[in-house]
């Protein structure tokens, strides 16, 4: 059985900073680009950034010199550290195995202005 699991959200001030985790498991996440996606109230789910298997990365223009994706292969776990957090990154942030349809259950963050 495949199971992404996020954890790392909660609530912040505009400035702050917070890191999220996603860990795997029931599948090698070093076989997938993985990404992190974000849905905000009201709007559609949308992709934040990727990490692909050989480490390249790959970010929104939103999340561009903000935000940092990285994988650790040994511990089946990819994060997303993201600072200088502002009240439109808030929503539920989700991570993905690119190409298939595993996805985590999300987990929220919220930034107050």
């Known amino acids: 059985q495949v199971r992404l699991v996020e954890s790392g959200g909660g609530l912040v001030q505009t400035g702050g900073s917070l890191r999220l985790s996603c860990a795997a498991s029931?599948?090698?996440?070093?076989?997938?680009?993985m990404a992190w996606y974000r849905q905000a109230p009201g709007k559609q789910r949308e992709l934040v950034a990727f990490i692909g298997s050989g480490g390249n990365t790959n970010y929104a223009n939103s999340a561009k010199g903000r935000f940092t994706i990285s994988r650790d292969n040994t511990q089946n776990t990819i994060y997303l550290q993201m600072n200088s957090l502002k009240p439109e990154d808030t929503g539920v942030y989700y991570c993905?195995?690119?190409?298939?349809?595993?996805w985590g259950q999300g987990t929220q963050v919220t930034v107050s202005s």
């Open positions: 993905r195995a690119s190409g298939t349809a595993y």
């Open positions: 029931g599948i090698m996440i070093n076989n997938y680009v």
